[in-house]
């Protein structure tokens, strides 16, 4: 595999408001083992995220190359949706939106459950060659 540098590296997590503080830990641990010359473009998938929890979230790339952006999700594209678990909220579900509610320039993504916390780069991850699959896990 060849490593490539200067890598623009495309993350989504889903949150709801309940979790945006765990979710800020997970991308904290993202950027504290990001190589050097990589940047980060995280695709927070929201449902309802306060503005206070999203100036936190925020906070964490100030003063970096890496952004930010906050996409809020239409749950009325899933009509049928019925949560029938106490620990899952609609912003588990959103990921199955992901494919719809992304830009069109992100070509390639990683998408982290927001309560995950790295101990290496994402890079590598990256580099993995999907092939013609549209999904790797």
């Given at each position: 595999m060849k490593k490539s540098f200067n890598k623009k590296i495309s993350v989504?997590?889903?949150?709801?408001?309940?979790?945006?503080?765990?979710?800020?830990c997970s991308i904290y641990?993202?950027?504290?083992?990001?190589?050097l010359n990589d940047t980060l473009n995280f695709y927070i998938l929201e449902d309802g995220i306060s503005?206070?929890?999203?100036?936190?979230?925020?906070?964490?790339?100030?003063?970096?190359?890496?952004?930010?952006h906050f996409?809020?999700?239409?749950?009325?594209?899933?009509?049928?949706l019925?949560?029938?678990?106490?620990h899952l909220s609609r912003a588990a579900f959103a990921r199955l939106l992901m494919g719809s509610l992304l830009p069109q320039e992100v070509e390639k993504v990683i998408?982290?459950?927001?309560?995950?916390?790295?101990?290496?780069?994402?890079?590598s991850l990256y580099e993995v060659d999907l092939e013609e699959h549209v999904l790797g896990g």
């Open positions: 989504c997590l889903s949150s709801d408001d309940n979790y945006a503080l765990w979710m800020g641990s993202i950027l504290k083992n990001t190589e503005p206070a929890h999203k100036k936190d979230l925020e906070s964490l790339v100030k003063n970096t190359v890496h952004k930010i996409i809020s999700v239409p749950f009325e594209k899933l009509p049928a019925q949560i029938n678990h106490a998408y982290l459950d927001c309560d995950v916390m790295l101990c290496t780069s994402l890079s």
